[in-house]
């Protein structure tokens, strides 16, 4: 069983950008796809990004395209997203995510474990 902590959410101005971090730790990163949610109030929580074991593979939400980027490092058993350029309607908790599924996984039920999720605010 693999355990995830987020970190690098917090309060930004409309355009700046942020860079989220998801350290795993009980099992090794590279047995996992992994990928970033986010949910705001009242709504259902959405994949944001995806990223293969091997990290040659990625998805991206239509509205994320262009504005992030989703990272790993095996060796460092960490994921990253760097987000750019961001809204207003970017504000949620993200949550870090962990997939035993072979491939990229684009769907919130094939993600086994789950991290305790990360505020980001953006300010207009």
């Known amino acids: 069983q693999v355990q995830l902590v987020e970190s690098g959410g917090g309060l930004v101005q409309a355009g700046g950008s942020l860079r989220l971090s998801c350290a795993a730790s009980?099992?090794?990163?590279?047995?996992?796809?992994m990928g970033w949610f986010r949910q705001a109030p009242g709504q259902e929580r959405e994949l944001v990004a995806a990223?293969?074991?091997?990290?040659?593979?990625?998805y991206y939400l239509d509205s994320m395209k262009g504005r992030s980027t989703i990272s790993r490092d095996n060796v460092k058993n960490t994921v990253y997203l760097q987000m750019n350029s961001l809204k207003p309607e970017d504000t949620a908790v993200y949550y870090c995510a962990a997939s035993t599924s072979i491939g990229i996984s684009t769907t919130r039920l094939e993600y086994n474990y789950w991290g305790q999720g990360t505020q980001v605010t953006v300010s207009s």
């Open positions: 990223i293969s074991r091997t990290g040659r593979t990625t």
């Open positions: 009980g099992r090794t990163l590279s047995s996992y796809a």
